[in-house]
């Protein structure tokens, strides 16, 4: 991918603005080189994204790093609980030296994060799906992604709306199926409008899983594939070998 050149910022394209545009294309390196130094929090959200995706030591370092610059300035801030959990759980369900009190650790910063309007929609779904893949409660993940729901569509969020989706179509596959594949291929569509490639990738593989064998199972895979190996999508990758 081209990175934007200094004319950018000639037709008033804010530094900050370009570099969402990069951590959107999955462009994580870019996107930081390109971010204005006074914005902590968006630093730290896209360090903790790319740690997500690449699952590498020097990623997470860089990304709990971001996040403590983020809760020094501010110790109230309900992003970087928001963060800081996020961290925790990407430990626990890729099993990268987990700390004993991460569960928790990530229960307890998501209800954080989640009594702040501005944050309360993602934070929901990531008490869901502690609930979902930690607790193993797909009662209680369906009323936190459902509270998710609510705010990503007054938000107008498509990217959170597109997680949500692909959660709950997960949770209609035994008693719907049509259902459940319906809302695994609108995460694919929201993602594909937004062109937002790490994910796309993840919806791609996640619908081919659901599907008979078959030309589209073959094109989604190899099409995700294609994407991991770009992007070095660490756990994406594995997932496609095994």
Do not use: C, K
């Amino acid at each position: 991918m081209t990175v934007p050149g200094p004319g950018w910022q000639d037709v008033g394209v804010e530094r900050d603005t370009i570099a969402r545009h990069l951590w959107r294309a999955g462009q994580w390196f870019a996107a930081l080189r390109w971010l204005d130094e006074a914005n902590p929090a968006l630093r730290a959200e896209i360090a903790v994204d790319r740690y997500w995706w690449r699952l590498t030591e020097a990623d997470e370092a860089e990304a709990r790093a971001a996040v403590d610059a983020l809760v020094a300035e501010n110790p109230a801030s309900t992003l970087g609980a928001l963060l800081r959990g996020q961290l925790a759980y990407t430990r626990v369900v890729f099993d990268r030296s987990p700390r004993a009190d991460d569960v928790e650790r990530a229960d307890e910063d998501f209800a954080r994060a989640a009594a702040d309007p501005a944050w309360r929609g993602w934070a929901s779904f990531w008490r869901g799906v502690v609930a979902d893949n930690l607790r193993e409660d797909p009662a209680v993940a369906a009323d936190f992604y459902a509270i998710a729901a609510e705010h990503a569509a007054v938000d107008r969020d498509l990217l959170l709306e597109s997680y949500l989706v692909r959660h709950q179509g997960a949770h209609l596959l035994e008693e719907d199926p049509d259902q459940g594949v319906l809302l695994l291929r609108r995460s694919l569509q929201l993602r594909a409008a937004l062109g937002a490639r790490p994910q796309i990738a993840a919806a791609q593989v996640a619908l081919a899983m659901v599907l008979p064998p078959g030309d589209e199972v073959d094109t989604l895979r190899e099409a995700a594939a294609f994407t991991a190996t770009e992007l070095q999508l660490a756990w994406l990758s594995e997932s496609l070998d095994s």
